[in-house]
């Protein structure tokens, strides 16, 4: 190219190439639209929407990676509290939102675009082809990947009427019989269809599948709760520990209904401590119903009102009793520690605030361990899951903790800053031992604490998101598609029968000649087009087989 412009030319045409007698030759540009309808066509292309399709999964890995401020914000506040400025520019970058960041909802909607655009036109044209009659009959026959030639008595015209009556009622294939002159009659045949069906039925639930997913994400809501045997929770916002919604939910269309933890029992292996069995008995009550006692196991949720009840956990809760130096009870009530290993050491924050005033807040931070064993001085731990000889193991805190600031706080997890561990007078750092009914003297003048007894606790898991039998459903469409794309073979027959003088003695005999073409690699097309000819003729007829060859003798 040079940068020759012939004069008179307007700026359509931006560049020269060289004719064959060395005069310059106007090349147009490819204009804003022509960019565009480049650009369309690469987006809609099907290794595009590969390639987004495996960008989306890619684009998902941070949500498992980095805490999601949707989920737990005070844990994405801790992680950018924890690495400084990186945490900073992976907040500005959505990475704690990936699901509903800007380049997160730019794949998926360019996948979705990609999809539709890929599936509309090949729609079109597949509908087309499956009203189209079978393609001609080729010529010749040589090229085709299974042939046959056998020479019978009997007519053309119904030998290959009768072979079109077995094709289309047996077999299933679309048939056209031609009748090609001088005695020469043929039928072409065609099935497979379901093939190219499959696909696009595949590729059709896959855009629903997409559409489900952020239909769920709109209307999608999840909460978990910790409720202590005895207690319950009304499924409101307020009474969760954490909600997460989507954002066209209303928390006001939320179920009304009460939950109340009756009960829950454990079952562990006597010789493996390995879990077994975890059962929650609770009593739901909905608006003008008797309350229903019902049961919560692991991986069989409680469906109430279309709202899925998960046994996420449970645990232990030591109920304890702390009274200031004053002597007023400054805190009292089951305290849920989070286990932490198979024989349920269990790990736990108690918050007392300042009641009587110039005192201040106590933290009492420790172990409950539900078979305790001294495994040395000042050294102890669980040995079973089953509580046989509880035992709370704590240290104590005082100074402020934050609890009059109005700020949300983790309840599991107990901020040093601006507190003090309390010691003694060697400067060891003062652990309490308490057994169930035992009470202790808190050091440096702070109270008392009592520890009362324990109860279980069960944490559950609410979801209702109302694009799941969407999800199934499309699903298990893209699966049914997909097998059939895969499964169904494609095939093309053609069968001629031509007459031929023969011997005198034997009179007019017929040369039936045969040919068979598959889309892709196909085993079976040989033996059937043998059966084919076998059913027909009354006897069998080899076939013989060359490798395959690109289809072009019609149709798509």
């Known amino acids: 190219m040079s940068g020759y412009r012939p004069e008179g030319l307007d700026d359509t045409f931006t560049a020269t190439a060289s004719s064959d007698d060395g005069r310059p030759v106007a090349v147009p540009a490819i204009g804003v639209v022509g960019w565009l309808r480049w650009a369309w066509r690469q987006l809609t292309s099907m290794r595009v929407a590969l390639l987004l399709l495996v960008l989306l999964a890619v684009a998902a890995v941070p949500g498992t990676m980095f805490p999601q401020r949707g989920q737990d914000p005070a844990k994405v506040s801790a992680y950018i509290t924890a690495h400084g400025a990186l945490g900073t520019w992976l907040d500005r970058l959505g990475f704690f939102g990936v699901y509903t960041s800007a380049w997160f909802s730019a794949i998926y909607l360019l996948l979705f675009v990609s999809l539709v655009g890929c599936i509309l036109p090949r729609t079109k044209h597949h509908w087309a082809a499956m009203r189209a009659r079978p393609p001609r009959t080729p010529r010749r026959f040589g090229r085709f990947p299974a042939q046959a030639s056998v020479t019978v008595q009997g007519e053309p015209e119904a030998l290959v009427r009768r072979t079109a009556a077995l094709l289309g009622r047996g077999r299933r294939y679309r048939v056209d019989v031609h009748d090609e002159g001088d005695g020469t009659w043929s039928v072409s045949a065609e099935r497979g269809y379901l093939r190219e069906t499959g696909n696009l039925l595949f590729h059709l639930a896959l855009v629903g599948l997409l559409v489900a997913v952020a239909y769920g994400q709109l209307l999608h809501y999840r909460a978990q709760v910790i409720v202590v045997a005895g207690d319950g929770f009304a499924n409101s916002e307020t009474s969760f520990d954490t909600f997460e919604h989507g954002r066209a939910f209303d928390a006001a269309k939320l179920e009304p209904f009460t939950l109340r933890l009756d009960d829950f029992e454990s079952r562990f292996d006597a010789a493996t401590l390995a879990a077994r069995d975890f059962t929650a008995h609770v009593t739901v009550t909905e608006p003008g119903a008797a309350p229903v006692a019902r049961t919560i196991k692991v991986n069989h949720p409680l469906d109430v009102g279309g709202t899925q009840v998960y046994l996420q956990g449970n645990g232990y809760a030591p109920q304890v009793t702390v009274k200031d130096a004053a002597g007023q009870v400054a805190f009292s009530g089951p305290v849920p520690f989070l286990p932490q290993d198979q024989v349920y050491t269990s ?25 305790a064993a001294q495994m040395g001085p000042d050294q102890w731990v669980s040995t079973n ?44 750092p003062v652990t309490l031992d308490l057994r169930p009914g035992d009470t202790v003297t808190l050091p440096n003048g702070l109270g008392t604490l009592t520890f009362d007894g324990m109860r279980r606790f069960a944490a559950f898991d609410l979801r209702k998101d109302p694009a799941l039998g969407w999800l199934l459903a499309f699903a298990l469409t893209a699966l049914a598609g997909l097998a059939t794309s895969l499964f169904v073979p494609r095939r093309r027959l053609w069968v001629r029968a031509s007459t031929s003088r023969g011997n005198q003695d034997e009179g007019p005999t017929t040369v039936v000649t045969a040919a068979g073409l598959a889309r892709g690699d196909d085993v079976g097309l040989a033996p059937e087009l043998g059966r084919v000819l076998e059913a027909v003729l009354g006897s069998p007829v080899p076939v013989t087989g060359r490798a395959p060859v690109e289809d072009d003798s019609g149709g798509d």
């Open 347 to 371: 790990r736990g924050v108690v918050k007392v605030p300042d009641v009587s005033g110039g005192q201040p807040q106590i933290g009492l931070l420790g172990f409950l361990l539900p078979t």
């Open 385 to 428: 899951p089953e509580p046989t000889s509880p035992l709370l193991v704590l240290s104590v805190w005082s100074g402020n903790l934050g609890l009059d600031t109005g700020v949300p706080q983790n309840v599991y997890q107990l901020d040093e800053k601006g507190l003090t561990e309390a010691k003694d007078a060697s400067g060891k």
